[in-house]
């Protein structure tokens, strides 16, 4: 059996072609399992994942949650809000005390950059990076480059441009690793301040201006503006973010193509993105969480192979 190149999920950028090509194939056969009426295989019936979030999820959380249940994992879940982390407790000892409970798997959010890294070195599970601050969050990139595939057919070749707050966003940077390493072609979009200095290394071009930047492409993912990562005014008013950066009808159907818009979540309707856009049916959004359940099944499933018991 064909097993991933890793032994974490920890980012895109340690990730080659054929583990992509992997979980895709594997996504596939997931996605199958959840639209029959029984929705459960018993693959992972001796596998235990615990849940770490030390920070606010909606989607991923559920996601890899319900992912779990439909592979048949035991699963404890921890809120960060809610533990003795509020006592003064270290990562390292609450993650050490979760595992002598005997846990073989860990999915875990942090705010900070590295988190998951870091956690891997020093305790004996699998880990996968559930969102690290504004580094990585590879789950929600893979979700978006299938959820392309499945639209466009193929992500090779395919132009992607990501809008928006790139400098504090973690969906980005994993986004331009899974892109480019599947031979798309990415450009960033939005205001100078929150595009990061490095991005031309990255080999990514930068297009601030809106329209240009949608009639060049076949995708527009469309991020969020990120206030709670901010500590300075990187714009003058949200009015006038929306005026340049926001995505209505009106500027799609000026481009006379039909492109497909995607947005990882939580959405801001009326601030990025207008709600007749969000829900029109140039939209994949809610196929894209559809799709994360498939993929995190996948990412999960071949991580289990690994573990010898
Ligand atoms: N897309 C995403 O990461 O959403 P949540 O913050 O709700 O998990």
């Not at 001796?46 to 035991?74: P, V, Y």
């Not at 890294?117 to 299938?146: C, W």
């Not at 939580?266 to 498939?294: F, H, K, M, Y």
Request: glycine letters at 6%.
């Amino acid at each position: 059996m064909k097993q991933l190149s890793t032994a974490h999920l920890l980012g895109i950028k340690h990730l080659k072609k054929e583990d992509i090509n992997l979980i895709f194939e594997t996504a596939d056969h997931f996605k199958e399992v959840i639209n029959r009426p029984i929705k459960k295989v018993p693959s992972l019936r001796d596998i235990t994942i615990a849940n770490l979030f030390f920070e606010n999820s909606t989607r991923t959380k559920l996601s890899f949650e319900l992912a779990e249940k439909r592979l048949s994992a035991d699963i404890i879940n921890f809120s960060a809000s809610q533990s003795s982390v509020k006592k003064g407790e270290t990562l390292i000892d609450t993650v050490n005390n979760i595992l002598s409970m005997k846990v073989d798997i860990v999915v875990m959010r942090h705010p900070n950059v590295g988190a998951s890294m870091f956690l891997s070195k020093h305790v004996d599970a699998k880990i996968i990076n559930a969102g690290d601050g504004a580094h990585e969050h590879p789950t929600q990139a893979l979700l978006d480059s299938y959820s392309i595939k499945e639209k466009l057919g193929t992500v090779k070749g395919k132009k992607i441009v990501i809008i928006g707050d790139i400098l504090h966003s973690r969906v980005a940077l994993s986004n331009i690793f899974a892109l480019q390493l599947q031979g798309a072609k990415v450009k960033v979009c939005g205001p100078t301040t929150l595009i990061p200095k490095y991005i031309s290394s990255l080999g990514v071009e930068v297009e601030t201006n809106l329209k240009k930047a949608l009639a060049w492409c076949d995708v527009a993912n469309v991020l969020r503006v990120q206030h709670e990562r901010m500590d300075l005014n990187y714009f003058p008013s949200i009015r006038e973010y929306t005026q340049l950066f926001g995505i209505n009808k009106e500027v799609l159907d000026s481009l006379g193509k039909k492109i497909v818009i995607m947005h990882p979540g939580p959405i801001n309707r009326g601030v990025e993105i207008t709600s007749d856009v969000a829900d029109s049916n140039q939209s994949i959004i809610l196929n894209q969480v559809e799709n994360g359940v498939a993929i995190r099944m996948a990412v999960i499933y071949l991580l289990a192979q690994q573990i010898k018991k």
